[in-house]
């Protein structure tokens, strides 16, 4: 086991910090990002402070809100040549929004979660806001992360959820039996139904998308309102879904053109 220094954990503080706040783009106080990061409210003070001294993140001191700061967009238009999205990803999720009417995303994988990347709006009315660019889930957890988790080796999937205490805090319906149901599920059908687990009325559905070795690295995903998926409606957003994904996978798995 490899050795953890100060230096590493506070490395690990700050990364913890800076995703509870990307999370949040109208905002979020430090109590509560205190309350997701398991830090003491001193400390996660501490942090803020000094992430503002060096301009990576931004206080709004008369809304007492905290914001990622003006640094960390110049190191993502630095990085952007590096991890852009992709063409491909966002003719996807436009599509999809234009052909069902929901919302739709482009998530990536990170390790043992998913990140929203991208988001497209669709054109009915009433509309979910479970995910929004920037938010992380646990893998199992919302459409996106069950799909990537339902297709990874038996294997990976156990030792990950020997490990994940993803009932803690995303509910009992993220237990590992009824996990294992949706997993399997989601291997029958090729695509994964997220029941309004994480937010009542709430629905998703998504797909993975695989990359050049055939691993799920990517997903898509639609969210919206109970009615709008009902049983007899969810095969045809599955199947437009899957039909993207697998069009999605073959286009981020060729390679890029040579420029000249």
């Given at each position: ?141 919302a459409s996106a992360g069950l799909a990537i988790l339902s297709f990874l080796p038996a294997g990976e999937v156990s030792d990950y959820l020997a490990t994940a205490d993803l009932p803690r805090r995303w509910g009992a319906g993220h237990a590992t039996p009824a996990l294992l149901e949706r997993v399997a599920a989601t291997r029958e059908t090729g695509y994964a ?68």
């Open positions: 086991m490899a050795e953890h220094t100060p230096g590493a954990q506070l490395v690990s503080r700050v990364s913890r910090v800076l995703k509870t706040v990307a999370e949040y783009p109208d905002g979020v106080t430090a109590a509560a990002v205190s309350h997701a990061t398991g830090l003491t409210r001193p400390t996660t003070h501490r942090l803020l402070a000094s992430l503002a001294a060096e301009g990576l993140v931004d206080h709004d001191t008369a809304r007492g809100r905290w914001f990622l700061g003006p640094e960390l967009y110049l190191l993502g238009t630095l990085a952007a040549g590096r991890y852009d999205i992709p063409q491909a990803a966002r003719d996807s999720v436009r599509r999809l929004a234009q052909q069902t009417g929901e919302s739709a995303f482009f998530s990536a994988r990170r390790g043992t979660e998913t990140v929203c990347l991208l988001r497209e709006e669709g054109s009915f009315p009433v509309r979910s806001f479970v995910l929004h660019e920037g938010v992380r889930f646990p893998l199992g957890v139904v997220n029941p309004a687990l994480i937010l009542e009325g709430s629905w998703g559905m998504g797909a993975a998308v695989f990359d050049a070795a055939g691993r799920p690295a990517w997903a898509l995903s639609l969210t919206g309102i109970e009615p709008r998926f009902r049983p007899d409606r969810r095969p045809e957003l599955g199947r437009l879904l899957l039909d993207e994904a697998h069009r999605l996978g073959a286009a981020l798995a060729s390679p890029a053109p040579r420029r000249h």
